[in-house]
């Protein structure tokens, strides 16, 4: 593989899916009220019910609102990654994954694309939600920032690599929301992006503390959490990158055409 032919490729793939998204302005906002109303209202009523104590990567006393934002982070690219898998599974209804699996490129490359014009994208998002956090006065440590922007695209590609994993699996569009639920849902809520696990392990929820543990989105969250303190938390960025590779190798595989789970969608229509 050329790496003209290559970089070309790349352009060509991520640029349709950052052009999607520009014609779609009202995506931004919709990936924007669903964090912001946590943040605003969620944690508006809850702020005297969740104490947060003095644990790494804090040094003080925070506020819960300060609590939820890596959370809140990792909302955005979770649902990001759903959105580019529903993206693929449209595509290929139509025919287009075909074209594109078709193409004189390795298949891994094509689908390295496709992750990482999702994974821009979600970058994007990630960055817009803590602009709308430092419009609201939230107190964060905002000069560790641009090194925590490293642990974001992390966490950008691992949930995206989910969303290829689902999208071999999701042959029909009219399957994939409760699928989609089915994944979101028990993530976000079994993780640390809403509570920490000693305050799980001190209400005696030892079963949901212990799915929390070996959850990937906690490790994201988790890293993205530490990193905008400054701090490295190794567990869970080896977690992260480690799932990363995983599921991107799932998707890999899935999509193999010798195996013809992507290739022949249920019905007989197009890949």
Same mark, same amino acid.
Request: a neutral charge.
């Given at each position: 593989m050329k790496a003209a032919h290559a970089l070309r490729a790349l352009r060509a793939v991520a640029g349709r899916e950052l052009q999607s998204f520009a014609r779609q302005p009202g995506r931004l906002m919709s990936?924007?009220? #669903? $964090?912001?109303? %946590?943040?605003?209202?969620?944690?508006? *009523?809850? /702020?005297?019910?969740?104490?947060?104590?003095?644990?790494?990567?804090?040094?003080?006393?925070?506020?819960? #609102?300060?609590?939820?934002? $890596?959370?809140?982070?990792?909302?955005? +690219?979770?649902?990001? *990654?759903?959105?580019?898998?529903?993206a693929m599974v449209y595509d290929r209804e139509m025919g287009v994954m075909r074209l594109l699996l078709?193409? $004189?490129? $390795? #298949?891994? %490359?094509?689908?390295?694309?496709?992750?990482?014009g999702g994974a821009t994208l979600?970058?994007?998002q990630m960055l817009a939600f803590l602009l709308a956090a430092w419009v609201f006065r939230i107190d964060l440590e905002w000069r560790h920032v641009p090194l +925590?922007?490293?642990?974001?695209?992390?966490?950008a590609l691992m949930l995206g690599a989910l969303g290829l994993v689902l999208s071999v699996y999701v042959r029909q569009l009219e399957n994939f929301a409760g699928t989609m639920n089915f994944v979101i849902f028990p993530m976000f809520f079994l993780s640390t992006a809403l509570y920490p696990l000693w305050k799980l392990q001190?209400?005696?929820?030892?079963?949901?503390?212990?799915?929390?543990?070996?959850?990937?989105?906690?490790?994201?969250?988790?890293?993205?959490?530490?990193?905008?303190? *400054? /701090?490295?938390?190794?567990?869970?960025l080896a977690v992260a990158a480690g799932c990363t590779v995983a599921?991107?190798?799932?998707?890999? %595989?899935?999509?193999?055409? /010798? #195996?013809?789970a992507a290739r022949r969608p249920q019905g007989g229509g197009p890949p």
């Open positions: 990936a924007l009220v #669903r $964090p912001l109303l %946590w943040l605003l209202v969620f944690a508006a *009523g809850f /702020q005297n019910v969740f104490g947060v104590a003095i644990a790494p990567p804090y040094d003080t006393y925070i506020e819960y #609102r300060v609590y939820l934002v $890596p959370g809140l982070l990792g909302m955005v +690219a979770l649902f990001n *990654g759903m959105q580019s898998s529903l078709t193409a $004189p490129l $390795p #298949r891994w %490359w094509i689908l390295a694309c496709k992750l990482l979600t970058m994007a +925590a922007l490293l642990v974001f695209l992390l966490a001190e209400s005696g929820a030892w079963i949901v503390h212990a799915i929390a543990q070996f959850n990937p989105f906690t490790h994201a969250v988790e890293a993205m959490r530490f990193a905008l303190y *400054g /701090q490295a938390l190794g567990l869970s599921f991107f190798a799932l998707a890999l %595989w899935g999509y193999d055409p /010798q #195996r013809g």
